[in-house]
């Protein structure tokens, strides 16, 4: 390698590992102001050096604030809504990869125009439909409206797609039916795609905003995005308090992504269909 | 293959019942419903009598809804075209890097897209806070005095851009990342073998091998950035005066604040029409250009 | 017999596939389908497995007609040619897998298991996974699948394909074995004529959907009924050339190709001037100091043994044997003779001229 | 047990007390259990509320600001609350001022809900900036602004000393330029509504003049750009400003930081002085609330009130938080009187000046958007006073049709 | 020279991948880099293109050291297995690229890259995309790529391992044409020692990065200085037995396998009792009355010609190759013997004893 190629590959690598710092210096400077006490925060010459190291407001955030419940709710709704969703979507990708019935063709084309569909739009006629159905306020109501994620039947028609006709007709052979076909063959040979679209669904629930605030009334039903915008229980200043409720929010998924990171950034690729 | 089809087709019913049953209950009746319901002047919960075109009528004399039409647009315009920029610069760069770098490198850059949407506005909003934001110096050295970002008309929209796309931009690097990475070295190879510059592997090599996944991400981007509401709503309540207003913000403004769910409805109407018409030309034309 | 088909059709749509197939393949038979791509092999094979129905006719096995019998039901297993092992099962639980879903008792599992093991030397594999297998190791897991259910017929649809030209000759070697150790009736699909020579008791050649010729292999090669047969079974391919019937003394025809002439063992009769096609295998031609003048165009070593392709000037292609040291370089003449016996001769339509 | 559903919006020393007055309520009433849920201030409750009450999801007993009633009623979310329920509350109207009982009742007479407290701005002073000058007195206590030149000159002086910004209130805030908007307005003699028209006759003068007074402190730099509510409290406490207006419920984080010893000046809190010829303080009142259409039982609904007049007899706790009580037994007690600071500036009582009675005013109402809306940015320099005020008036009328 | 390495190494990290290697390759030559996968050849061909920098060692075309020289400076031109032909741009386009990053003008692009395609017969096909070609065109497009260029040297990392077998006979055919047109020097890597055979002047045998031995091809079947060349070429493979010598006479060596007895031609000296290696290849084994007994186990039929597995009781296999009619059948007992001038001695280390 000449040298100049070598220098070029300093510059690249110092500059990207800077741009990368300053991209992630938000959330330095949340959690620098975290751990702070909220005189320190608003006093002259706080820098973005640390220079305490206060948990106070870690703590007034976990115990005066409901966030352990918003926890739950956040993980129950997640983790039902991930559930559901897949299932429901590998059964329907199932049906519509593998068997031949009459309308196959245009449940697909719904599943795909749905994917244009923009679900924010029907945010009032679905709150009717939950407040009809009496679900204002509970974890169904949460639910309901974000099971409809057509992508993931989308992937998995394509990944049940190119499983090889003969695994089909081998299970046939043997006297297997479509439920057999389905949970013992498909999906164990696709377990990958289903963590894929398991986290890539968890997320984007998790992080879901718009709905649960709207279906949500009381603070023992919200969900952490929720919980930590409606309530600043806090007076005077409060920034402090502020950063450590959002980043106390954002552990968990935070946390997740950076021990399955390889994981997480695989299951964006696939569930984008840029990568198979 | 000799089977039963009768009951080949039972079984696929049971299969497809509960997404179609659920997509029934919770998007084709809404859609129907907001349908009906904008043709009415019913209250947000209630009964309300069919006033025909009315609401639509009245939408094209209200000056906020052309406002917000007009910031949807705005918004677009601020975030897609330079969001998709942006993570091919950053994608090229992380990809030039190698093992355990390259990932720490993409982590850091993925890291916000993880995080609640109320999570970026409370930290960023502590960011450009006036008096006390740690970017306000940063503002004093280059414009010469602070600015209150989300109380100036005219920087309310490209900060609410900016924190949007610090958010959402490590999706669209990782797209454009397994874009590259699905190019063959041996194109480059080819490509360095006959003399060609940096400059030309990106123009003649990357730039339209990488043309699905930029139209790819250009679509998504477009259908998300229409539907925008949470940024808007926690960091500027779509302010000051109404220059940050949107179109959902205006749905929701009328439906939950005002009461108002027919005339919501009619809204909410359009915008889903918006977006549809939008979304479906924009696939076309991004994908003519592809194939040219 | 253990197969029998009876004036089979296939349509795919509109597309006839399989013209008016009969068979019979008799019990502990090893039969072989091959012909070019497209044929309609694997067709063929999936009727009998049930997994494509028949258009008419019918489809018997151990003489019940199971035309409308479920793949199932039928006591047939299927070797394909993607193995299709379930990756995210064991070796064992590969096998067992038919097994399980009749709720055969575990103890009768681990038997059959075993002992298809023991007959395909897998026992130390049991535990692996697919992907830990070499090719040649998941070709015979797929084998041993078919074993545990002790079909009546086992059917194999390109099985070596995927393999290298090494590991093919060896499963080869270990598929005639297999059959001679079960004695099971097997049919077996593959468009490698030297596969269908080595492995086959009986050999379906197969052209568009109808059967061209069945037989013994060494019978195919020597005495094929018409040109595509000819051309089909023996490798390198026979050369043909459009040769004209100058007249005939005894039993010796004499044509003449260009300015060479050529004599050729027939008794049925043919009229002077006839044009027909003679076909001369690369074997049998013979370099010498007159005959069919040809130019070098390459050669094909394969150390004691290379293969000349030399052109016409005409313009055909013609590939000759050649075994000994030096041959020609590229661009030099060389004249081709064969002999009588060996040549043979085919009408207009292709057929044999005996 | 009766489980109640209790919703507020109070953060800050408020919300501490309101905490804490559960608490104890909870520890001495083992048949009754108050479940609360604080919501945002402003907007964000006041939506939730008209959704929930809607939907039928409302709670049991809620917090509601008395300026906001007209619209509270206009929307119908509120209950009435009948003498029986009073009764059970042990309370009667008597026990309260007047003007508060009137405030919280309809065109009829009838009782919406039960007033708690009023509250008012006051002006902060941190004294460290004035030390020497003419306005403070011997006991250090402010004296000498008597109008608006007195102010301005105490604030160009507080700039001389170093202060960035001498006045601080939420400038970049709804309530915040509200509130002084309004108190300038009254201190003026004006009228945001009469008789259902918006600032009549000279009124939008007066209204052009308080927004001109406001855009001058912007301008010579003596009030804070655009600052939310946390950066306006924070101003004062962190010692950058000389002065702040804000309400009485900042008083627990001053006293508290004082107590910890982190405050570092010398602070107190006066009455909003005289500044534009009349005595007059924006006020408005707390009141508890029973939200429309709950069908609660006759036992809940007495468990409601009980809660109701529990919080009432102990608002001398509430008081703490810097509230004047609006239960007359509490107001009137020995103890109450010699609170402090709220003996400085209880005597505002008598010249507060609450938001007209009006379905356009109060609390997340149109006239809380155009402060935040028109005012806000008139002061800030994107429009002219006066433009300023025909704005507002135009604008607030077409809501009132 | 066109190209000479002197004393190129080349490490991975820590891994030495091509230990020292030297080699002159003359004007106009066809050189074949062959050996099995992952001995180096592919790193030796793009460190002789610049794609892969030198540990060490020297690198120089037409005597012009280019050891440091960027690779499009090198005046080389490559055609990848992959073809790697831009799937975004038309035949055309594909054959003008360079042309065009050296914006060279419009006429000569036009001139150049019309002569290419006629040279390759791709003027029907000029305007089509990548994807709507066969394989074997798609090849000759990834060469007139490399033709529009007039490089020095042609590279080609195994440009034929993705056709089919039939198609890349015909390839080969045309690859050899093309040099014999342009008469450039050519770089060709390959694992097929029949490919390296069939298109060499001279071949370089590679094992674990070290040339095993240069030379013409027939020249490598008949004497290999090696075990691993004698395997390596000749086709079916080369049987290899353990013997001991037991004498010699003359220059006949004397060997014993099992209770039989072979005779060698060698000059070299070799102790009595030393333990060797004898290649024998499947086309100089004569079935005979005497001779090393070996079990019959299958017969790979080509038509005229079979090559018939057997196997010796100790378990080594052997292949013969057949000509004639019947054979023998599986489990028959066949007796093997050798002309000894056919018999090739290797000592322990696999070095050739002559
Ligand atoms: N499901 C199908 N629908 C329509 N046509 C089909 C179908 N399956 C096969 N065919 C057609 O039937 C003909 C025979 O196909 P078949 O698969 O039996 O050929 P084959 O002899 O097995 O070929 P190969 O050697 O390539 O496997 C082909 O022309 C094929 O295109
Ligand atoms: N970039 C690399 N980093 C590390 N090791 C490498 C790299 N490229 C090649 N190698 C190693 O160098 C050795 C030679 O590789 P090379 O690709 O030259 O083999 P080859 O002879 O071309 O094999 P094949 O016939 O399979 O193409 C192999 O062991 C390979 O693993
Ligand atoms: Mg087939
Ligand atoms: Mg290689």
Redesign the interface.
């Known amino acids: 390698m000449t040298r100049t190629r070598k220098l070029e590959n300093w510059i690249l690598t110092g500059g990207s590992l800077l741009a990368a710092a300053i991209w992630t210096f938000p959330l330095y400077w949340a959690f620098i102001t975290s751990i702070r006490t909220e005189d320190r925060v608003v006093s002259d010459g706080a820098g973005v050096v640390p220079d305490e190291f206060n948990l106070s407001s870690y703590v007034e955030a976990l115990f005066n604030t409901k966030l352990l419940t918003w926890y739950w709710n956040s993980i129950a709704t997640s983790v039902i809504i991930t559930l559901v969703v897949l299932i429901s979507g590998m059964m329907c990708a199932y049906a519509i990869s593998q068997m031949r019935f009459p309308g196959r063709r245009l449940l697909y084309g719904i599943v795909l125009a749905s994917f244009m569909v923009p679900s924010q739009a029907l945010v009032v006629t679905q709150f009717i439909l939950m407040n009809d159905m009496g679900l204002i306020n509970t974890w169904a109501g949460i639910i309901l409206p974000q099971l409809i994620v057509p992508v993931v039947i989308i992937v998995y028609k394509q990944f049940f797609d190119a499983v090889p006709k003969e695994m089909r007709e081998a299970v046939v052979l043997d006297g297997g039916g479509d439920y057999t076909l389905l949970f013992k063959i498909y999906l164990p040979l696709n377990w990958g795609i289903t963590t894929a679209l398991a986290i890539i669904t968890f997320i984007m629930s998790w992080n879901q905003f718009f709905w649960p605030f709207l279906v949500v009334t009381t603070e023992n039903m919200m969900t952490i995005p929720v919980g930590i915008t409606q309530v600043n229980d806090a007076f005077g200043v409060y920034y402090a308090r502020l950063m450590s409720v959002a980043l106390l929010g954002a552990m968990p998924v935070a946390i997740a992504y950076l021990i399955f990171q390889k994981k997480v950034t695989e299951a964006v690729m696939i569930s984008s269909g840029v990568k198979g | 293959m000799i089977t039963n089809r009768r009951r080949d087709v039972a079984v696929a019913m049971t299969l497809i019942a509960p997404f179609v049953l659920t997509f029934a209950l919770v998007f084709l009746y809404p859609t129907l419903r907001m349908i009906a319901l904008s043709f009415t002047d019913a209250p947000l919960i209630g009964e309300g009598e069919w006033v025909g075109l009315a609401n639509f009528k009245r939408l094209l004399s209200d000056r906020l809804f052309f406002t917000s039409l007009k910031n949807n647009g705005y918004f677009v315009l601020l975030t897609v075209v330079p969001t998709t920029v942006l993570a091919l610069a950053i994608a090229l760069t992380i990809n030039r890097l190698k093992g355990a770098l390259q990932s720490l490198v993409l982590a850091l850059f993925f890291l916000p897209y993880i995080l609640p949407v109320s999570v970026v506005t409370e930290i960023w909003m502590w960011m450009l806070d006036f008096q006390f934001g740690i970017l306000q110096p940063v503002f004093e050295f280059f414009f010469g005095k602070s600015i209150p970002v989300f109380k100036n008309p005219y920087w309310v929209m490209p900060t609410v851009a900016a924190v949007t796309i610090w958010w959402t931009n490590g999706f669209n690097v990782l797209l454009f990342i397994a874009g590259l990475r699905n190019i063959p070295t041996d194109f480059y190879e080819a490509a360095a073998l006959d003399g060609a510059t940096r400059w030309q592997m990106f123009r003649r090599v990357t730039w339209p091998l990488l043309w699905p996944v930029t139209a790819l991400v250009l679509t998504l981007q477009l259908i998300l950035q229409l539907k925008i509401f949470d940024q808007v709503y926690l960091m500027s309540s779509g302010g000051p005066f109404n220059s940050s207003y949107v179109l959902l913000l205006m749905v929701y403004r009328e439906a939950f604040q005002l009461n108002h769910g027919g005339y919501a409805s009619a809204i909410a109407l359009i915008l889903f029409v918006v977006i549809m018409v939008v979304s479906v030309l924009q696939f076309q034309l991004l994908r003519a250009r592809g194939t040219k | 017999m253990a197969v029998q088909l009876r004036n089979v059709r296939k349509a795919f749509g509109t597309v006839q596939v399989i013209h008016d197939v009969s068979m019979d393949i008799a019990s502990g038979e090893f039969a072989v389908f091959v012909g070019p791509s497209g044929c309609g092999k694997s067709t063929l094979l999936r009727m009998i497995a049930g997994l494509e129905d028949t258009s008419s006719g019918k489809v018997s096995i151990e003489d019940v007609d199971v035309t409308e019998t479920e793949p199932a039901k039928r006591g047939v297993a299927m070797v394909f040619q993607s193995y299709a092992l379930y990756p995210h099962l064991s070796v064992y639980e590969n096998m067992a897998f038919s097994l399980r879903l009749r709720h055969a008792p575990k103890q009768e599992i681990e038997e059959k298991v075993r002992e298809a093991a023991g007959i395909l030397r897998l026992e130390e594999q049991l535990h692996k996974k697919p992907s830990q297998l070499s090719g040649g190791q998941r070709q015979r897991v797929a084998i041993g699948r078919a074993i545990v259910r002790q079909p009546k017929v086992f059917l194999f649809d390109e099985p070596l394909s995927n393999l290298d030209a090494e590991l093919r000759v060896q499963m080869r070697l270990e598929l005639a074995r297999l059959h001679k150790q079960i004695g099971a009736t097997m049919i077996y699909v593959t468009h490698d004529q030297v596969e269908a020579m080595t492995l086959a008791d009986k050999i379906f050649v197969l052209k568009d959907g109808v059967v061209q010729q069945t037989g013994r292999p060494l019978d195919l090669y020597r005495n094929p009924d018409n040109r595509f047969v000819a051309g089909f079974i023996g490798s390198p391919a026979m050369n043909f050339l459009t040769a004209t019937v100058t007249g005939r003394e005894g039993d010796q025809l004499a044509l003449r190709v260009g300015d060479t002439t050529f004599s050729a063992q027939t008794q049925e009769p043919i009229a002077t001037g006839t044009i027909v096609t003679i076909g001369l295998r690369p074997e049998h031609l013979v370099i010498s100091e007159t005959g069919l003048p040809v130019k070098m165009e390459m050669a094909e070593e394969l150390g004691g043994l290379a293969y000349l392709h030399t052109r016409r000037p005409e313009g055909e292609e013609i590939v000759v044997e050649w075994r000994g040291d030096e041959h020609a370089v590229m661009g030099e003449t060389l004249k081709l003779t064969c002999p009588a016996d060996k040549i043979m001769v085919f009408d207009s339509e292709g057929l044999r001229v005996r | 047990a009766q489980e109640v ?1 209790w919703w507020d919006f109070l ?6 007390r309101m905490k804490a007055l559960i608490e104890r309520f909870n520890d001495e009433h083992p048949d009754i259990t108050i ?6 201030w402003g ?2 409750f006041y ?2 509320v ?3 009450v ?2 039928g ?3 049991d007993v809620m917090t509601y600001h008395l300026s906001r009633m007209p619209l509270g009623l206009e ?1 119908e979310v509120l209950d009435t609350i009948s003498e029986d329920d009073l009764a059970a509350a042990e309370l009667s109207k008597e026990d309260f001022f007047p003007a508060s009982i009137a405030a919280a009742s309809d065109e009829k007479g009838a009782l919406h809900a039960v007033p708690f407290d009023i509250h008012s701005i006051v002006l902060y002073v941190n004294k460290s900036y004035l030390e020497g000058s003419r306005f403070l007195d011997g006991d250090g206590n402010l004296t000498g602004i008597d109008n608006l030149e007195d102010f301005e000159e105490a604030l160009a002086l507080a700039k001389e000393n170093g202060s960035s910004a001498p006045v601080s209130y939420a400038t ?1 805030d709804d309530g915040g330029t509200y509130r002084v908007f309004f108190t300038l307005l009254k201190q003026l003699g004006g009228e945001l509504i009469v008789d259902g028209e918006v600032l009549p006759g000279d009124n939008m003068e007066k209204a052009a003049k308080a927004i001109e007074v406001m855009t001058r402190w912007h301008e010579n730099g003596w009030q ?5 509510y ?2 306006s ?3 004062f ?2 010692g950058k400003s000389a002065f702040h207006m804000n309400g009485v419920w ?1 008083v ?2 001053m006293v508290d ?1 004082e107590t910890k010893d ?1 405050l570092g000046f010398d602070w107190g809190a006066v009455q909003i002085p005289n500044l534009m010829g009349t005595t007059a303080t924006w006020a408005d009142s707390h009141a508890f609330a029973i939200p429309a259409g709950t069908n609660m039982s006759p036992e809940k609904r007495k468990a409601v009130m009980t809660v109701i007049g529990w919080m009432e007899k102990n608002s001398l706790a509430w008081a703490n938080a810097g509230h004047i009580p609006a239960y007359k037994p509490v107001a009137n007690s020995d103890a109450f009187k010699e609170m402090e600071p709220n003996a400085t500036y209880s005597s505002l009582a008598e010249t507060a000046a609450y938001d007209p009675r009006s379905a356009i005013a109060g609390v997340a109402s149109p006239v809380y958007d155009a402060a ?3 005012i ?2 008139a002061m ?1 320099g ?1 429009m002219d006073p006066q433009q300023a005020a025909e704005q507002i008036k135009s604008e607030l009328q077409s809501k009132l049709q």
């Open positions: 559903t953060s800050g020393g408020d919300g501490v479940s609360g849920t604080t919501l945002e907007v964000p939506t939730k008209r959704t929930s809607a939907v999801q409302g709670p929307e970049g804070p750009e655009q600052a939310e946390a950066a409290v924070a101003l406490t962190s900042e627990p984080t930081m982190t935040i809306n028109i806000s940015p800030h994107y």
